[in-house]
């Protein structure tokens, strides 16, 4: 099973099952010097881990990340970062129904297919248990990315079903399970999902992530854009389904006196191109917006086929989020700092001495 790299520069890699010993990774290419160590990285492994309300799984992980390799004395050394997570809560029992049962909607049926033997526990591989390694490893680059490069990057959920904010506060996203930008509508989120979990069915979501502070220059042209770049990594986050940079979609309505974002002296007027121009970073936020389907994993019957082809019924047992958009903005952080953090080494390592004509202008003008 090949594609379980991601980057050129700076390159994670991750490995394990959702029901094996542990999962895992190793970080190359980190630069030397870096202060570090785990409590850099169980922050946001706390903030992803399941367990922490009513409306996610009840699976009790800890989700304790190890440091193997690549730190000494607290600074990293520019060796590869190992990083073991163990599991520690597997019921793998609620699983032997669905051994030789393909489950509407997952990858079962595709993972028999392509490698002809696959781990039925949890989803094998295919688990979204495996992305806590890519948050470990995102912690770092985001570690990196606001000390040395000053990005910040931070997300939260902007849609879950058919619910909007109202409003919008940085401050209220860390103090409720869902992430979520307006104190005021929390109780109506926890009535909604209340209702769904009750009624076994599972709901979509949005939610988006920026990135602050950009410096310019960031991508490469043709097919390693950054837009391309981040499109890719964050396709490859369990049950994402669309991926939009700026306005996305909101653009085909638009005009491109409206679309394009003008320049003063002072800086840029608008940003709908979400910090992009060209494949290549223009200086403003960076703004991604990711969909993320209603779980297949769910108590409702739905039809299938099992392994000899025959027709049957499919309930799926165990313990589930009835909503996998609500624990998903650690993990869309931590892949976008992940594909920054690799394009800021290439940037760097191409184009270090570039002498620009014009000083980078302001990422907003402004207001008058």
């Not at 051994?99 to 094998?124: I, V």
């Not at 609500?326 to 594909?339: D, K, N, Q, S």
């Not at 290439?346 to 202008?361: C, F, G, Y």
Request: proline share 6%; glycine share 12%.
């Amino acid at each position: 099973m090949s594609g379980s790299s991601l980057g050129k520069l700076f390159v994670v890699s991750g490995f394990g099952e959702s029901h094996g010993p542990a999962i895992g990774g190793m970080v190359d290419g980190c630069p030397p010097g870096l202060a570090l160590c785990a409590a850099d990285l169980q922050r946001d492994l706390d903030r992803r881990k399941p367990g922490q309300s009513r409306h996610t799984t009840q699976r009790r992980e800890s989700d304790t990340v190890e440091i193997l390799s690549g730190v000494f004395e607290g600074r990293t050394t520019g060796a590869p970062i190992g990083l073991l997570i163990r599991n520690e809560d597997q019921r793998s029992k609620d699983y032997s129904e669905i051994a030789t049962r393909y489950r509407p909607g997952h990858a079962d049926y595709c993972y028999d297919q392509k490698y002809g033997h696959r781990d039925y526990r949890g989803g094998g591989r295919s688990s979204a248990r495996e992305t806590a390694v890519r948050v470990a490893a995102g912690a770092i680059a985001k570690k990196y990315l606001a000390e040395q490069a000053g990005v910040r990057i931070r997300g939260h959920l902007s849609q879950l079903g058919p619910i909007r904010p109202r409003g919008f506060d940085w401050a209220a996203v860390e103090s409720n399970p869902f992430f979520w930008p307006c104190r005021e509508s929390v109780p109506e989120l926890e009535r909604f999902m209340d209702e769904l979990r009750k009624s076994g069915d599972s709901i979509g979501a949005a939610l988006t992530v920026v990135a602050e502070g950009m410096p310019v220059g960031l991508g490469e042209p043709i097919y390693d854009r950054l837009d391309a770049d981040i499109a890719h990594a964050m396709m490859g986050i369990n049950a994402v389904k669309g991926v939009e940079i700026g306005d996305g979609f909101a653009c085909v309505e638009q005009r491109g006196s409206e679309h394009r974002d003008e320049m003063t002296p002072e800086g840029f007027l608008s940003n709908h191109a979400g910090g992009v121009l060209g494949g290549i970073s223009s200086g403003q936020d960076l703004v991604v917006r990711i969909a993320l389907k209603p779980t297949s994993s769910i108590r409702i019957p739905g039809r299938s086929i099992d392994r000899d082809g025959n027709p049957v019924e499919v309930v799926t047992k165990g313990r589930h989020d009835p909503c996998v958009g609500i624990r998903a903005t650690p993990i869309a952080e931590a892949v976008l700092a992940i594909v920054l953090m690799d394009h800021l080494l290439r940037h760097r390592a191409q184009n270090a001495s570039t002498q620009a004509p014009l000083p980078p202008i302001a990422a907003r003008a402004p207001e008058v």
